[in-house]
């Protein structure tokens, strides 16, 4: 089966910085996104990578590695409004979008 | 400023009473999803329209039927809510072939079944 993991939830302080793993199992891939979603809100999308190596964005940076079935979303100087779940999606080889549940982010001051 | 609007934004029901939930868009993006998403959980297709073909997700219940009448509007109709139903339901829409092919999402319409 195809399956994307990532952390139920993480805590991290305001102005630091902080690593969301995520892992997948899919038949083929064709990109993995990174996407933002407050709570009660739609995702936005955050950052989207297909080649090896790092994606950066501003605060936010994405890495990934096709060989090990990896990518991290990095996030420096932390927000308070950075708190919501971030979610990992990948395009299996049907072009299918595959979603994780999603990384519960609380940061606290 | 281009968008996908999704009506109501709530919507209260009561269990076997039909709802039916909108989404417009002003991207003429070619492809248009609906997506089941409950607490803590990844988002679920339940159907997408790649143009005028409609894509029916094999684990969608028949429950749920959709509509595009054209390429700005989707509706999702639930045929008989049960208390299972009650989840934000997301509509999305996307360009296939302009690359990496991202999602645009909805607010989401947030359905309660009483």
């Known amino acids: 089966g195809q399956n994307i993991d990532q952390p139920t939830e993480m805590t991290a302080t305001e102005g630091a910085i902080v690593q969301i793993n995520c892992t997948y199992q899919t038949s083929g891939f064709n990109g993995l996104f990174w996407y933002q979603q407050h709570a009660g809100e739609a995702p936005t999308f955050l950052s989207y990578?297909?080649l090896d190596g790092l994606e950066e964005k501003g605060r936010f940076s994405s890495f990934l590695s096709r060989s090990k079935g990896y990518s991290y979303l990095l996030l420096k100087e932390l927000q308070m409004k950075d708190s919501a779940s971030y979610l990992c999606a990948v395009k299996d080889s049907n072009y299918q979008l595959i979603w994780g549940a999603g990384t519960k982010l609380i940061i606290k001051p | 400023d281009a968008m996908v609007i999704q009506n109501p934004r709530y919507q209260v029901t009561q269990f076997g009473k039909p709802v039916t939930l909108s989404c417009s868009q002003t991207?003429?993006?070619?492809?248009m999803y609906w997506y089941q998403q409950k607490s803590s959980q990844a988002p679920k297709l339940l159907f997408h329209?790649?143009?005028?073909?409609?894509?029916n997700e094999a684990d969608t219940p028949d429950n749920f039927q959709s509509r595009r009448p054209n390429t700005s509007f989707c509706f999702l109709d639930i045929r008989s809510p049960g208390l299972g139903d009650a989840a934000m339901y997301l509509c999305?829409?996307?360009?296939?072939?302009?690359?990496?092919?991202?999602?645009?999402f909805g607010a989401g319409s947030r359905l309660t079944v009483l």
């Open positions: 999305a829409t996307s360009r296939e072939g302009s690359g990496a092919n991202v999602l645009t």
């Open positions: 991207l003429n993006h070619n492809v």
């Open positions: 329209y790649y143009d005028k073909d409609f894509n």
């Open positions: 990578n297909v």
